[in-house]
């Protein structure tokens, strides 16, 4: 039934931008957010660039306080929503997870299409309101100022919701595709650990994000009806509102690094060219780590008022999350012995993301210590922290990712010399920000502040510069990927000699991903 | 259900048989019902947090609501409930006719009960029982000075689901539309038992709410 004609895929079968915009292939889709997840993570990263030059010096160095704490706000509104939340299950997932489970397309290909359409709505009314009232409020919209502040809440919080609605549609979407799609033989144990890593991730965007859900419609109400619920002035409890909204958040910081540990683990076993050590581990701990990130949302709120007996118990439960974590981490290690290492550019990004995703656990092991945490609290070490882990982390896999797939994207190999280069600059620029924050953090330099005391200044310089060379390494990312698709040589079917079922079809992809269906007769990574 | 014969409804491609695609879809849906007991469950548990904290306040407001009109509205639901099911029950068994009316009986049920809820509502307004900081103490004699609360959480709950019983009116309207161009058969009705686990988790969300704003106090 499928057309066999080798020179047709999924690009060139159909032609004109509506066959894209309407487009109900997995793959396609895939590529829309790929795109407009770039988009965004361009409009982000100009936030960040600028909250770091607003800091390069004591005193107002560039724009006023206020404006300020609107780049601080949109920076991470548009990093955690628009890019990190959707990045990886929602481009590399829709993706590959049908190619990697031997499956013609996700279980609702409608329901995908209209996934990305809600992340387009609710992006586009979170980019309206920069031209209405901006907001000042943070990412985490906390009450009661966010119900007082002129910015305008009640569209962004609603924005927020329809992406958490895309968000949600798409983990329902990608249980059902692995629990129902699998082809023969493609039982739960032979799927790709990136398989696992989405499924678990899906699971917490189904479980969690409907609670944020009704938490930040509260918080519309809030502005629109005045109902009271989070507002002091009325009765109601603005710490509700903070343990409603981390109920989800702490989990979205999984719904962050789970998929980006699939890409991990996918990447160090092609490139040691050994199989996995301890899959069914690998497999496991992600959704240990996804049963326990329920129970530590109060970790957060260790200064809030919470008691002090809620405070040890949130504490310790933190601290089990490096178990499930460490596996992983002592796997993928092992993995690594005796290997027959390759450090092409894929690769690097993921040792890159061992070795700073361990910075950010162990730091995060720190903050879980309640006596510590009292110290820590809301200063540059916590950001310093959650940017390891995020960046380091999810965004290193992310790029780690985008390489090793690449070739089968679109067919094209890029250019290798160019990609190590990125990883060098990114790499180093990284540690060049983000390092001095957790000296900073330490000598007690608080967070989201407009201004700090000339004791700061030398160090806030060096983040400042390291800034500049993490936005080099992207800007030449961006080169990498449009040299390649305007003048990539083309790839082999299986450029990297790995075993998973995708690179077993031509590259790119045919419409209907397999000629045949595949039968499954082995594990996902055969190598020895 | 494992009766689904697949010569008589074309699947999507990516499925292997008709069966195939409606076990999936059912999961989907069972899925999303999952999500929405979720986000009703947010709500439900910040009205146990206040209701204990404020439990004279949350008595007064309740007093406030007249039970005849809530527990009409339960039964109104709990039929609908049932008309649903059997409407579901005679397209599997080929009955056409049964199963319009049946349809068309959930729908008039739904609109009985928004009616109910619209008089309830503008009753509430025209003695000021407003939302939060809407409600003025001292015109409605409130004991509370905090009574908004009670009636911001009143109308976040049952707005909130007055929202999805009218998201399920339409989509009765939508599966009975399609069932009168012949869609359906008893071996293709996937779209409607999908309504009609939505409209049961509706009326089953209902049932907690009544007690819980009606009658606790």
Not at chain 1, 392 to 403: N, R
Not at chain 1, 504 to 516: D, E, K, Q
Not at chain 2, 4 to 18: I, L, M, Q, T
């Amino acid at each position: 039934m499928a057309n066999h004609d080798s020179n047709l895929n999924y690009i060139n079968e159909f032609k004109g931008i509506k066959s894209w915009l309407f487009s109900l292939d997995h793959k396609r889709i895939g590529i829309l957010y790929m795109i407009s997840v770039m988009f965004f993570f361009l409009l982000g990263g100009i936030a960040a660039l600028g909250i770091r030059l607003e800091l390069f010096s004591v005193g107002p160095t560039l724009m006023t306080a206020d404006t300020y704490n609107q780049f601080m706000t949109y920076h991470g509104a548009i990093m955690v929503f628009m890019v990190i939340v959707p990045g990886i299950p929602a481009i590399l997932g829709n993706f590959f997870l049908p190619l990697h489970i031997g499956a013609k397309d996700v279980a609702f290909p409608r329901l995908n299409l209209l996934s990305w359409y809600m992340l387009m709505l609710g992006a586009a009314m979170a980019i309206a309101t920069l031209f209405i009232h901006r907001l000042d409020t943070g990412w985490t919209f906390y009450t009661p100022y966010s119900i007082k502040t002129s910015g305008s809440t009640a569209l962004m919080v609603v924005a927020v919701f329809i992406m958490g609605m895309s968000s949600v549609l798409t983990g329902l979407n990608f249980i059902a595709t692995v629990h129902k799609l699998r082809c023969e033989g493609m039982t739960m144990y032979r799927i790709p650990l990136f398989v696992w890593a989405l499924y678990s991730t899906a699971i917490l965007q189904v479980l969690a994000t409907p609670v944020l859900a009704i938490t930040l419609l509260l918080l519309a109400m809030e502005r629109i009806l005045g109902v009271g619920i989070f507002d002091p002035a009325l009765g109601g409890d603005p710490v509700l509102f903070q343990h409603f909204f981390w109920f989800y958040s702490h989990p979205a910081v999984y719904i962050m690094i789970l998929p980006a540990m699939g890409v991990v683990s996918e990447l160090i076993t092609t490139f040691s060219r050994k199989t996995i050590f301890g899959y069914t581990a690998i497999a496991y701990s992600s959704l240990g780590i996804a049963a326990v990130s329920f129970f530590v949302w109060g970790h957060h709120m260790y200064v809030s008022g919470q008691s002090e007996t809620a405070g040890i118990v949130f504490s310790f439960l933190t601290m089990l999350v490096g178990v499930p974590t460490a596996i992983k981490m002592f796997n993928w290690v092992s993995t690594l012995y005796r290997g027959s290492i390759s450090f092409q550019s894929p690769m690097l990004f993921a040792l890159g993301f061992l070795f700073l995703f361990m910075i950010g656990g162990v730091t995060g092991i720190m903050l879980a210590t309640l006596a510590i945490d009292v110290h820590f609290h809301d200063t540059y070490f916590v950001v310093a922290h959650f940017h390891y882990v995020m960046v380091g982390g999810t965004l290193m896999a992310l790029m780690g990712g985008f390489y090793y797939w690449i070739p089968k994207m679109f067919g094209k190999m890029y250019n290798e010399g160019l990609a190590r280069l990125t990883f060098v600059l990114i790499f180093i620029g990284f540690n060049v920000t983000f390092f001095p924050q957790f000296i900073l953090g330490a000598m007690g330099m608080p967070r989201r502040y407009f201004d700090y005391i000339p004791a700061y200044e030398s160090l806030n310089r060096i983040s400042t510069v390291g800034s500049w060379l993490i936005g080099a390494g992207f800007l030449i990312s961006l080169y990498v990927i449009i040299d390649c698709l305007v003048r990539g040589k083309k790839a082999p079917e299986n450029p990297w000699g790995s075993k998973t079922l995708e690179w077993t079809v031509a590259s790119p992809p045919p419409h209907h991903n397999f000629h045949h269906d595949p039968v499954v007769s082995a594990g996902p990574y055969e190598y020895r | 259900m494992s009766t689904v014969n697949s010569h008589e409804h074309h699947y999507a491609h990516h499925f292997k048989n008709a069966d195939h695609e409606f076990v999936t879809s059912k999961q989907g849906i069972w899925l999303f019902m999952v999500t929405e007991i979720l986000m009703f469950g947010g709500l439900f548990v910040a009205f146990f947090i206040y209701h204990a904290m404020y439990p004279e306040m949350f008595a007064e407001g309740a007093k406030q609501l007249d039970w005849r009109m809530g527990f009409t509205n339960t039964l109104v639901l709990i039929f609908s409930s049932f008309t649903m099911a059997l409407g579901i029950h005679y397209i599997q068994k080929g009955d056409a006719r049964k199963a319009t009316w049946n349809l068309s009986a959930t729908i008039l049920c739904g609109a009985i009960f928004m009616v109910i809820k619209y008089f309830e509502y503008t009753h509430k307004f025209h003695l000021g029982f407003f939302p939060g900081k809407y409600l003025d103490v001292a015109r409605v004699g409130a004991e509370h000075a905090n009574l908004g609360l009670y009636f911001g959480f009143y109308y976040c709950m049952t707005g909130l689901h007055g929202i999805h019983v009218l998201t399920g009116m339409s989509l009765i309207v939508w599966v009975l539309f399609r069932h009168l161009r012949g869609d359906f058969n008893p071996h293709y009705y996937t779209p409607v038992e999908g309504v009609g686990i939505f409209w049961h988790i509706v009326d089953l969300v209902w049932i907690f709410l009544f007690p819980l704003l009606y009658l606790v106090g």
